[in-house]
């Protein structure tokens, strides 16, 4: 309290002086000269105002923000050592300001009669973010020019990595394993003093997602095609990616140095998907070159400078930044590395920064020669150290006004993230249930995906998504960046799954864990074994097929009622042979009438095994006896074949 003065305690219980004195009045508290309460009165007075709020709420605490102990304390009118003490007892320990989480703050509220409820404050929170993030318009007067922004697009092996090389004179394909790129790289050239800066998004056909992120943030995409091997599924692909982000196309008719060159065969299956080359009479540039000789590399980029003045790229400098992040992964020594490309204004070495959960101040910046540099402006592919997580590719990142605010936003965001996780398994795992009942066939097939960098855990989780059918799913139930942990596994173990891990390795400790607990771990380089891997386990899981191999045909010639036995026949074994296991089809008129098991099979008195071609045998049938001479009997045998994944 602020004092005894019953105008401050009624300002401190935010009630009017008469409600305040009424309150008194009905307590039975007497109020002193000079409108003042005496001091044990003012903590009476306390006590019973915190008790008939309770009671008004029921048993019901509710929280916004950061819990501590004082506070669900004071809420629930106990003393703050009551609370450790429980605490205490529930193997916690806890001070009277330190924070604790909303799940052991619920268990002790819990433990005393209470509900601990959070404050619905959502719309508002969704809101103070969009404020909190709002980038400024700009002007037409602040814009100015800036360098276009390069994607390199094109089939598997069609020469992306070798074009990137002969353009940065680097030498990227030695250190890449299976020589497919794996991960989207940033890198600048400069061709008559103007700058092009340089997404390299992988050809494999599972970087799909990433190759659709370089789209995003492009300016120009470059579709590499080569001249002796012409359109391939990848190539359509990237076709299809530019198209939807709208980008302009510059197709690059790759290996003209070869024998078995095309070029004209190239423009004509470019007509087919909608793209025709200016030498035709359209409006797509093309360039005919070979990376591997280096010919023609400069007129292309000259091209690339072409299309970027009509294209009339501007942005302005002078604001916080804002851009997106290409690639992110945990470093053992520098912790969370992202590359961002800054689309506006100008990254500075200190910015307080927002990029998804992931917040933090750039204590660094290195550009694509390694060095550090302190500033970036628009159209500069940077790598950033001192983000508090891995973000996700193709996140967004702003420079926000201050460290505070980094926090606040990304604490709500990963609270957001949290709870849509929990209502979407929630929902998926019953549906899933519901379904596994009602059809009984699904069979899951659980994976934990570990990779070096994220957009591997995406390009990997979409592969082996994209094997799921009717009878088994593939649930991808949990990815991340960095080494396979002992949690990794503990969850695996959980939930029945197989860990993937792709260009990393488990820790130790973690592998023997996976023995215990019976957790099967495979590694990977290259991405295209670990499908392969994956289609044999599923394969294996199918239900085998079974099919029906004809093993003979029976003729029935006599007809013998036999009395305890029913109707026995005499018969002569047209084709092949039949064997005691066989299974029967009785054909009459070519018409099926039974379908079941052989009885007996006998020759002359001796039950026998088979008969074959050409001799005689007597025959009974399971739970049949109107056979007629004439009928046909086809024997055949039912075989399980394992199926497949195609």
């Known amino acids: 309290m602020s004092n005894n003065n019953i105008k401050h305690i009624a300002e401190d219980y935010n009630m009017s002086e008469e409600e305040l004195i009424k309150k008194i009045n009905d307590f039975g508290i007497e109020i002193?000269?000079?409108?003042?309460?005496?001091?044990?009165?003012?903590?009476?007075?306390?006590?019973?105002?915190?008790?008939?709020?309770?009671?008004k709420k029921g048993k019901v605490v509710e929280v916004e923000g950061s819990i501590t102990v004082q506070h669900i304390a004071e809420e629930m009118g106990k003393s703050s050592s009551e609370v450790i003490m429980k605490l205490m007892k529930m193997g916690t320990m806890a001070t009277i300001n330190q924070e604790i989480s909303f799940d052991i703050a619920s268990l002790v509220c819990n433990e005393f009669g209470y509900e601990l409820v959070k404050k619905d404050n959502s719309e508002n929170e969704e809101l103070e973010i969009e404020e909190l993030m709002e980038i400024e318009e700009d002007d037409e007067k602040d814009l100015v020019h800036r360098p276009p922004v390069v994607t390199v697009m094109g089939h598997v092996d069609h020469g992306k990595t070798s074009l990137l090389d002969a353009i940065r004179d680097t030498d990227v394909i030695a250190g890449e394993a299976g020589g497919i790129t794996q991960h989207i790289g940033a890198s600048e050239v400069k061709i008559n003093g103007e700058k092009i800066v340089f997404l390299d998004t992988p050809g494999h056909e599972a970087f799909t997602s990433m190759r659709a992120r370089g789209a995003q943030v492009t300016d120009i995409a470059i579709l590499v095609v080569a001249a002796d091997d012409?359109?391939?599924?990848?190539?359509?692909?990237?076709?299809?990616?530019?198209?939807?982000?709208?980008?302009?196309?510059?197709?690059?008719?790759?290996?003209?140095?070869?024998?078995?060159?095309?070029?004209?065969?190239?423009?004509?299956?470019?007509?087919?998907?909608?793209?025709?080359?200016?030498?035709?009479?359209?409006?797509?540039?093309?360039?005919?070159?070979?990376?591997?000789?280096?010919?023609?590399?400069?007129?292309?980029?000259?091209?690339?400078?072409?299309?970027?003045?009509?294209?009339?790229?501007?942005?302005?400098?002078?604001?916080?930044?804002?851009?997106?992040?290409?690639?992110?992964?945990?470093?053992?020594?520098?912790?969370?590395?992202?590359?961002?490309l800054v689309q506006a204004g100008t990254l500075r070495v200190g910015d307080p920064i927002v990029a998804g959960t992931a917040s933090g101040k750039v204590r660094a910046m290195i550009n694509y020669k390694g060095k550090r540099v302190k500033e970036a402006g628009p159209s500069t592919a940077v790598e950033i150290l001192g983000l508090s997580d891995v973000p996700m590719g193709g996140d967004q990142f702003v420079?926000?006004?201050?460290?505070?605010?980094?926090?606040?936003?990304?604490?709500?965001?990963?609270?957001?993230?949290?709870?849509?996780?929990?209502?979407?398994?929630?929902?998926?795992?019953?549906?899933?249930?519901?379904?596994?009942?009602?059809?009984?066939?699904?069979?899951?097939?659980?994976?934990?995906?570990?990779?070096?960098?994220?957009?591997?855990?995406?390009?990997?989780?979409?592969?082996?998504?994209?094997?799921?059918?009717?009878?088994?799913?593939?649930?991808?139930?949990?990815?991340?960046?960095?080494?396979?942990?002992?949690?990794?596994?503990?969850?695996?173990?959980?939930?029945?799954?197989?860990?993937?891990?792709?260009?990393?390795?488990?820790?130790?400790?973690?592998?023997?864990?996976?023995?215990?607990?019976?957790?099967?771990?495979?590694?990977?380089?290259?991405?295209?074994?670990?499908?392969?891997?994956?289609?044999?386990?599923?394969?294996?899981?199918?239900?085998?097929?079974?099919?029906?191999?004809?093993?003979?045909?029976?003729?029935?010639?006599?007809?013998?009622?036999?009395?305890?036995?029913?109707?026995?026949?005499?018969?002569?074994?047209?084709?092949?042979?039949?064997?005691?296991?066989?299974?029967?089809?009785?054909?009459?008129?070519?018409?099926?009438?039974?379908?079941?098991?052989?009885?007996?099979?006998?020759?002359?008195?001796?039950?026998?095994?088979?008969?074959?071609?050409?001799?005689?045998?007597?025959?009974?049938?399971?739970?049949?006896?109107?056979?007629?001479?004439?009928?046909?009997?086809?024997?055949?045998?039912?075989?399980?074949?394992?199926?497949t994944i195609d």
Not at 39 to 54: F, G, Q, S, T
Not at 245 to 259: E, F, M, Q, S, T
Not at 506 to 532: H, L, N
Request: net charge negative; proline share 2%; glycine share 8%.
């Open 32 to 55: 002193a000269d000079g409108n003042t309460l005496a001091e044990e009165d003012v903590a009476l007075l306390d006590e019973m105002i915190k008790e008939e709020i309770r009671e």
């Open 230 to 340: 012409g359109i391939m599924p990848q190539t359509v692909e990237a076709i299809n990616h530019a198209k939807a982000a709208g980008v302009p196309l510059i197709v690059a008719i790759n290996k003209i140095d070869k024998p078995g060159a095309n070029p004209d065969k190239v423009k004509q299956e470019l007509s087919e998907h909608g793209l025709l080359v200016e030498d035709w009479g359209g409006d797509v540039i093309s360039v005919e070159l070979s990376a591997k000789k280096r010919l023609n590399i400069e007129t292309l980029l000259e091209m690339v400078l072409l299309v970027a003045e009509v294209e009339e790229l501007k942005a302005n400098p002078n604001k916080r930044a804002i851009g997106t992040v290409i690639e992110a992964k945990l470093d053992k020594g520098r912790g969370s590395v992202a590359s961002v």
């Open 399 to 643: 420079v926000v006004p201050n460290d505070k605010t980094a926090r606040l936003i990304a604490e709500k965001r990963q609270s957001m993230q949290r709870e849509e996780m929990l209502k979407a398994s929630s929902k998926i795992s019953l549906d899933a249930l519901f379904e596994q009942m009602s059809e009984g066939t699904v069979k899951d097939l659980n994976i934990i995906i570990k990779a070096d960098v994220q957009g591997s855990v995406q390009a990997v989780k979409q592969s082996l998504e994209k094997l799921s059918n009717d009878e088994v799913q593939i649930n991808v139930i949990h990815g991340g960046v960095g080494a396979i942990t002992e949690s990794d596994v503990l969850l695996a173990s959980a939930s029945n799954a197989i860990i993937i891990g792709f260009n990393v390795r488990p820790v130790s400790g973690s592998e023997q864990v996976a023995e215990k607990e019976a957790v099967d771990i495979r590694t990977y380089t290259i991405i295209y074994k670990a499908i392969e891997d994956m289609k044999a386990a599923m394969s294996g899981m199918l239900d085998p097929e079974y099919v029906d191999e004809d093993t003979g045909k029976v003729e029935i010639r006599e007809i013998y009622k036999i009395s305890g036995v029913g109707t026995v026949a005499g018969a002569y074994v047209l084709t092949g042979k039949i064997l005691r296991n066989s299974k029967v089809r009785i054909v009459r008129d070519g018409i099926i009438i039974f379908e079941g098991n052989l009885s007996t099979l006998r020759r002359f008195k001796d039950d026998v095994k088979e008969v074959a071609q050409g001799y005689e045998c007597g025959l009974s049938f399971e739970n049949y006896n109107d056979i007629k001479v004439g009928d046909i009997v086809e024997a055949y045998i039912t075989k399980e074949v394992e199926r």
